[in-house]
């Protein structure tokens, strides 16, 4: 959006502020104590998440083999080789490749010896240090450096665990766990990333932190997620610390129930270097945490200090930036909630945009808490310790803290989908077996009829010829194995298929 | 290697002849069977039976079964990883639903001079699409955009290349009135088929409590035939199943290339499905002479969609060339390299687009853009294609009278060619 148009919506958000601020003038200061008080109950209520109060399966132990990773050797064929359970130790030493993890229950493990750490250095050539798309990964303790792309990029893998990492100029995210429900990112390291140094897009049940990242262009980012909690982390020096947004275009639509509490986010005065066309590229250096059409977000006991442009910016769609050009995303920040939080020295040298909006209000201060947008029903507490913009129609929080809620992490991890056994073999033969064969005619492969003739009490041998099939029939073609199901699927089938009456 | 002997020109002059003699015989053969012939009428019985891969359920209803419902996904909306459910889709039609769709499909009695039918542009080798940058339609003028593949359309929620439609029915009845498509009107269709004897007793049977044939009949037919277009056992789907050793090396290289954050192609083409269901603006350039296309702007009318057009899948990409909406990527080469050219750079002058942010200069190598391609071509799956009908109930050629003609050249072809090996 051009200046000239944020500043035509900064005034006309701004006459209708006159009025209230009148208001508002001169009244005594609300003082309310934190440690004390209602807590949050909103939130994420686990016992209507229907999925896991279903039939919750607890996830196997890490109990497989230890394979040992020495400097010279690939981690990759490491990963080829390990089964669900295993773990992967990778003993110090420098790794140029990429990593991809498309099983379940995989962790891979850094060895730290005396400082030394298990370097992944895509030298400025490939792409992404790590993909995985695996449920219940973990990847610890190493260090990622100059990759094209991503430094631990996840794609719908649920239960992760990335933590102790050290990741330095891996281009456009650090961490990037992606489609995923229930992970934690905690105590990595992360600087010099051109879009944000923690993104987490598209997820559920989310923990980001004791992060220390830097130098970034974003620091944090929740993106179209729900149920993420960003605390304890030192968020310093990057264009924007935290970032609580929806991006308009992507096929989940939502950011609400986040808490961004207890993180020190200070000195986010870093010049934006983020790729042409990158959302991000539009945050003005200097902004602390930005919430940007997410809603419920809670922002709590964190220390923002010396950001530049402002503390907290809150904005939609349509307020900053592009706009939208979804129609499904709803573009407003809504039900924001700001309870305490020290904040000093922010917006010394801000925009004009932000000035502009100060004006409204007729204040000339350093701006703590700016509201551009036109999102409803957001709440505040001591608001008078803060220079502010765009706040006065906020209520006052009905609660003070967010001392009841730990975690939004799942009790339990989310269960691998269990499909009775007999219900496999139906899937799978209709899924896969009656590409080729019906029941009584000939389609590519014989009919079914004339296999249950074939093996009428032989579901074995069956199951036997599907994985490793030879050729039978001069008229027909030879079958392609089946052996990527799974033994106890192919037995599911060869069943299903000698019941099939029709 | 071309080897013109002697028996090879015998065999094309005797090709020419034939195929003459038969486009004079075809060319007879655009007249309606409306003839209430008991004899031919006995000779179509819709199906009792679900499509492959559907069960059939006790109400006599068909619904799908694949290996991704083994899977979970975050907001059940089955994009992402390997490992992904699908999101949710059509099924619940009846086998005659079905059936009857799969006749009207390729019927050209459902245009406007029963000269070509859904099939003409979606044809079932060619990927359920042409050969072409931009179908032809009725009229013989290329229309305005390319026609999509019908691949796994009952797990799609907008159709049209700019979304216009939310449903297969609503998407129906487009190319069906369309003047430049199918020219037919609804008056004039249902005159059509009230006409012919055979759909008078088919659609009784599909459609039991509707006293006569309607467009929403019709169109829902189309819609049952359409949504058993699945194509979910490609040789990337077993890999996504667990078994590794589908895919070999180049091609698992191409699949790292493919999701990676550089190239991020599998951030609009999400597995499973490498759709995500959404419209993006991505720049592409229209042909020469053509005005620019301003595509989903018009559907939301909104600016912030000029240009835009719908993600399609790349499910048996290899076999819908040319690509793009409109058609202007010869091959799957070109089209991964117009992504690596970088932001924006085919925009035409004095246009202004929001270019979907996924879009940038990605920068890869030559031989990773290859190692993409070859990827592409482990989505091929077409193990439920189905069948064609052998002859219609209107009397007209399978698909169009063009089709049949082609067919039947290829048939004397073989003949002929098969001789010339004896």
Same mark, same amino acid.
């Given at each position: 959006m051009s200046k000239g148009k944020i500043l035509g919506v900064v005034l006309i958000a701004g006459a209708f502020a006159v009025g209230n601020y009148w208001g508002g003038l001169n009244s005594a200061a609300v003082i309310t104590s934190s440690s004390g008080g209602a807590s949050f109950s909103g939130g994420y209520d686990a016992s209507k998440d229907a999925e896991l109060n279903s039939d919750p399966v607890v996830i196997e132990e890490m109990k497989g083999e230890v394979i040992v990773v020495n400097d010279g050797e690939s981690i990759m064929a490491a990963v080829k080789a390990a089964n669900p359970g295993d773990t992967i130790q990778v003993m110090p030493g420098t790794y140029h490749e990429t990593v991809y993890v498309d099983k379940e229950n995989i962790s891979i493990v850094g060895v730290i010896k005396e400082g030394a750490r298990a370097t992944l250095d895509g030298k400025g050539i490939l792409n992404d240090a790590v993909l995985y798309s695996g449920n219940n990964f973990l990847i610890d303790n190493m260090k990622i450096i100059g990759y094209k792309g991503n430094g631990i990029m996840g794609q719908a893998g649920n239960n992760f665990i990335i933590r102790n990492n050290l990741i330095v100029d891996t281009g456009v995210y650090g961490i990037f766990p992606q489609l995923g429900k229930n992970g934690i990112v905690h105590h990595n390291i992360i600087s010099g990333i051109e879009d944000?140094?923690?993104?987490?897009?598209?997820? /559920?049940?989310?923990?980001?932190?004791y992060n220390d990242v830097f130098e970034s262009v974003a620091g944090i980012e929740i993106e179209n997620s729900r149920h993420a909690i960003v605390e304890n982390n030192y968020v310093h020096n990057n264009t924007g610390g935290i970032l609580a947004f929806v991006t308009p275009g992507l096929p989940i639509k939502t950011t609400y129930d986040v808490i961004i509490r207890n993180n020190f986010v200070v000195d986010n005065n870093h010049k934006n270097f983020a790729i042409p066309g990158s959302t991000v590229g539009m945050i003005p250096a200097g902004s602390g945490i930005v919430i940007w059409a997410g809603d419920e977000v809670i922002v709590e006991g964190n220390i923002i200090t010396n950001n530049k442009t402002a503390g907290i910016l809150i904005a939609g769609h349509n307020d900053f930036g592009k706009g939208s050009n979804d129609p499904e995303s709803e573009p407003n920040s809504d039900r924001t909630m700001i309870l305490d939080n020290f904040m000093m020295n922010n917006g010394h040298d $801000? !925009? /004009?945009?932000? +000035?502009?909006?100060?004006? $409204?209000?007729? +204040? $000339?201060?350093?701006? /703590?808490?700016?509201?551009?947008?036109?999102?409803? /029903?957001?709440?505040? !507490?001591?608001?008078?310790?803060?220079v502010t913009a765009g706040i006065n129609s906020w209520k006052e929080c009905d609660f003070t803290n967010t001392k009841d809620i730990k975690t939004y992490l799942l009790d339990t991890p989310v269960p691998a989908r269990v499909i009775d056994k007999s219900e496999r073999g139906k899937i799978a033969y209709l899924g896969v077996c009656t590409g080729c064969h019906t029941y009584t005619d000939r389609m590519i492969g014989p009919p079914i009829n004339i296999i249950q003739a074939l093996y009428m009490d032989n579901p074995e041998g069956i199951a036997e010829y599907i994985a490793n099939p030879t050729k039978k029939r001069d008229d027909y073609p030879e079958m392609p194995p089946q052996d990527y199901l799974d033994e106890e699927t192919r037995l599911a089938v060869a069943k299903y298929m000698l019941s099939r009456k029709n | 290697m071309i080897n013109f002997n002697s028996n090879s020109i015998v065999a094309l002059l005797l090709s020419v002849i034939f195929s003459f003699l038969f486009s004079v015989n075809a060319a007879a053969?655009?007249? *309606?069977?409306? =003839? &209430?012939?008991s004899k031919y009428r006995a000779e179509f019985t819709l199906k009792k039976t679900c499509p492959p891969s559907f069960e059939l359920m006790e109400d006599g209803t068909c619904e799908l079964r694949n290996m991704y419902q083994f899977y979970n996904s975050v907001q059940g909306r089955g994009l992402g990883g390997t490992q992904t459910s699908l999101p949710k889709h059509r099924d619940g039609f009846t086998p005659a639903q079905i059936d009857l769709g799969r006749y009207l499909f390729f019927d050209p009695a459902l245009s406007k001079d029963n000269s070509i039918s859904c099939a003409s542009c979606h044809q079932p080798e060619k990927g359920f699409s042409d050969d072409l940058d931009r179908s032809i339609g009725i009229t013989g003028e290329k229309v305005g955009r390319s026609a999509p593949t019908l691949w796994n359309v009952a797990f799609l929620d907008k159709f049209f290349w700019d979304g216009?439609?939310?449903? *297969? =029915?609503?998407?129906? #009845?487009?190319? *069906?009135?369309?003047?430049? =498509?199918?020219?037919?009107?609804? =008056?004039?269709l249902l005159k059509t088929l009230n006409a012919i004897p055979v759909y008078l007793d088919m659609f009784k #049977?599909?459609? &039991?409590?509707?006293?006569?044939?309607?467009?929403a009949d019709i169109s829902a037919s189309l819609a049952a035939f359409q949504s058993t277009l699945i194509s979910l056992n490609s040789r990337y789907d077993q890999y996504a199943h667990g078994h590794h050793d589908a895919l070999n090396e180049n091609e698992i290289k191409g699949l790292n290339i493919f999701r990676s954050f550089v190239a991020r192609c599998a951030e609009c083409h999400q597995p499973p499905l490498f759709t995500n269901n959404q419209i993006a603006v991505i720049g592409t350039p229209d042909p020469e002479g053509m005005p620019f296309d301003i595509g989903a702007e018009k559907t939301f009318n909104n600016k912030k969609n000029r240009g835009g057009f719908k993600v399609p899948t790349l499910r048996n990409i290899a076999k819908t060339a040319p690509y793009m909406h409109s058609g202007g990527m010869k091959d799957l080469r070109e089209a991964t390299e117009f992504y690596n050219k970088g932001r924006g750079h085919a925009i035409p002058e004095g246009e202004d687009l929001l270019i979907h942010w996924h879009i940038w200069e990605p920068d890869l190598q030559d031989k990773e853009l290859d190692l993409i391609v070859e990827f592409l071509q482990t989505l091929t799956d077409e193990s439920l294609t189905p069948k064609l009908p052998t002859k219609l109930p209107s009397g007209l050629p399978v698909i169009d009278r063009k089709y049949a003609q082609q067919k039947q050249k290829q048939q004397n072809n073989i003949t002929v060619s098969g001789d010339e090996d004896e």
């Open positions: 944000a140094a923690i993104y987490v897009g598209m997820s /559920d049940n989310i923990q980001v932190s $801000t !925009i /004009d945009e932000v +000035k502009a909006l100060l004006l $409204t209000e007729f +204040k $000339t201060g350093n701006a /703590d808490i700016i509201n551009a947008g036109s999102g409803v /029903d957001s709440c505040i !507490i001591n608001r008078h310790r803060y | 053969n655009t007249k *309606l069977n409306t =003839e &209430p012939n216009r439609a939310d449903t *297969l =029915e609503e998407q129906a #009845v487009g190319p *069906l009135f369309d003047a430049k =498509e199918m020219g037919n009107s609804p =008056e004039h #049977v599909a459609f &039991p409590n509707s006293d006569k044939i309607s467009i």
